[in-house]
C-alpha cells in the first residue's frame, strides 16, 4: 500500500536534489538538443567546398565556360588553376586537395572528342561518392551543350565528335565502406571505452570508498595513477588489435600501411583518451556525476570529428569545433595510415597535436587528483 503523502514528498526530494545539481540539469536539457542538431547537421547537408585544383592546358572559349561550370558548383571550392598536370597530381596525392580536373591539352580543338580526367583520393569515400557523380553530370551537360552547338545540317558527324569524355582516376583504387569505416569505428571504440572505463576505475572507486583506502597504505598518487593508466591503456590496446583482426577476416579489410606505425598509433591514441577520461574523473564524486561530466563532451565529438559524418557538409563553427577534439586527430591519423599507406611524415602533425593533448589531458588530472586528495 502506497503512503500517498510520502509518495509525493519522494518525488518531491528527487527534483529538489536534481536542481541542486545544476551541472547535471542543464547535461539533461542541453545534451538532447545538441544531438538532435549534430545528427540534424551531419545526416541532412550536402557535401559542399570539396578542395579541388583545375589544370587547364590551353586557353580558349570552352575552357573558360567549363571552368567558370566547376566554379559554379557549390560542390567544388576552386582553390587555384594550374597548368601541370604533374603538379596537380602531387596535390592530390599530398592530400593538399581533394581533387584535380585535367582539361587535356586539346580540349580546344573542335575535329576531335576530349578526354578530361579527374584525379581523385578515393580514401575519403564520402567526398568520392559526391565529387565523381556530380563531375560526371557536370561534363555530361558540358559535352551536350557543346555537341548540340557544334552539329549542323550540313555535318551531322560533328555532334559525335566534339563530345566529352569523363575518366576517372582514384589513386587508392575502389575501397569498400567497411574499409572506410574501419579507422573511425576503431577510434570512436578506443575513445568511448577508454572514456567510461576510467569512470568505473577511478570515479567508481572513490564513491565505493576503495580509493580512500588504497591511499592508506604508502602509495603514492603517481602510483596510482600509473597503474590505471597502463592497465587500461593495454586493455584497449589489445581490443583494438582484435577488433582490426575481426575485420580482416570477416570483411577482408586491407591494411595499407606500416602496422608497426598503426599500432604505435594505436597506443597514443588510446594514452590521450585514457588521459581525458582521467582529467575528468579525478575529481567526479561518483560515478554517475562522471557520467553527466563527459556526456556533454563524448557524444558531440563522435558526429564533429568525421568518424560518421564528412566535416565539410557541418556548419562554419562546427568544422573549427572539429580540429580542437582530439578524436578528429585520431581519426585521420588511421584513416591515412590504413587506407592511403601514409608514413610518419605524412601524419606528424596529427601525432603532434595527439602528444599535446596527451600532456594537457595528464597535467590538469594531476593538478586536480592532487588538489582533491
Known amino acids: 500500500m502506497i503512503e500517498l503523502k510520502k509518495f509525493w514528498w519522494m518525488i518531491k526530494k528527487d527534483i529538489l536534489v536534481l536542481f541542486r545539481h545544476k551541472a547535471r540539469l542543464i547535461s539533461m536539457i542541453v545534451f538532447p538538443i545538441l544531438m538532435i542538431a549534430l545528427c540534424g547537421y551531419g545526416m541532412g547537408g550536402d557535401l559542399t567546398n570539396s578542395q579541388i585544383v583545375i589544370v587547364k592546358q590551353t586557353d580558349g572559349q570552352l575552357t573558360d565556360q567549363t571552368i567558370a561550370a566547376i566554379k559554379a558548383d557549390d560542390t567544388y571550392k576552386v582553390d587555384t588553376v594550374i597548368t601541370d598536370p604533374k603538379e596537380a597530381k602531387d596535390k592530390v596525392d599530398n592530400g593538399e586537395e581533394k581533387a584535380a580536373i585535367i582539361l587535356p591539352a586539346d580540349y580546344e580543338d573542335k575535329n576531335s572528342s576530349k578526354n578530361v580526367l579527374l584525379y581523385i583520393d578515393s580514401s575519403d569515400q564520402t567526398a568520392t561518392s559526391s565529387i565523381v557523380p ?193 578524436l578528429t586527430y585520431a581519426n585521420d591519423a588511421l584513416r591515412a595510415v590504413m587506407l592511403q599507406g601514409a608514413g610518419i611524415g605524412d601524419i606528424a602533425i596529427d601525432i603532434l597535436v595527439l602528444l599535446g593533448f596527451t600532456v594537457l589531458f595528464f597535467a590538469i588530472a594531476v593538478k586536480r587528483f592532487n588538489r582533491d586528495i
Open 134 to 326: 556530380k563531375t560526371e553530370a557536370l561534363f555530361a551537360k558540358l559535352s551536350s551543350e557543346l555537341e548540340t552547338q557544334m552539329a549542323t545540317p550540313q555535318n551531322p558527324i560533328a555532334q559525335t565528335t566534339n563530345s566529352i569524355k569523363l575518366q576517372v582516376d582514384k589513386i587508392y583504387g575502389d575501397i569498400d565502406y567497411i574499409d572506410f569505416l574501419l579507422p573511425g569505428v576503431l577510434a570512436m571504440s578506443m575513445f568511448m571505452s577508454s572514456m567510461f572505463s576510467m569512470g568505473n576505475s577511478i570515479a567508481g572507486e572513490r564513491e565505493r570508498g576503495e580509493l580512500a583506502r588504497l591511499f592508506m597504505t604508502p602509495t603514492s598518487i603517481a602510483t596510482v595513477i600509473g597503474g590505471k593508466i597502463v592497465s587500461h591503456l593495454s586493455i584497449e590496446f589489445v581490443r583494438s588489435i582484435i577488433l582490426i583482426i575481426s575485420a580482416i577476416a570477416l570483411f577482408g579489410v586491407v591494411l595499407n600501411g606500416s602496422v608497426v606505425l598503426l599500432l604505435l598509433l594505436l597506443i597514443l591514441a588510446t594514452l590521450c583518451f585514457v588521459g581525458f577520461g582521467t582529467m575528468f574523473s579525478a575529481t567526479a564524486k561518483s560515478q554517475e556525476d562522471y557520467t553527466q561530466m563527459i556526456m556533454p563532451f563524448t557524444m558531440p565529438m563522435m558526429f564533429i570529428s568525421g568518424v560518421f559524418f564528412p566535416i565539410e557538409t557541418m556548419p562554419w563553427i562546427l568544422q573549427k569545433l572539429a580540429y580542437v577534439v582530439p
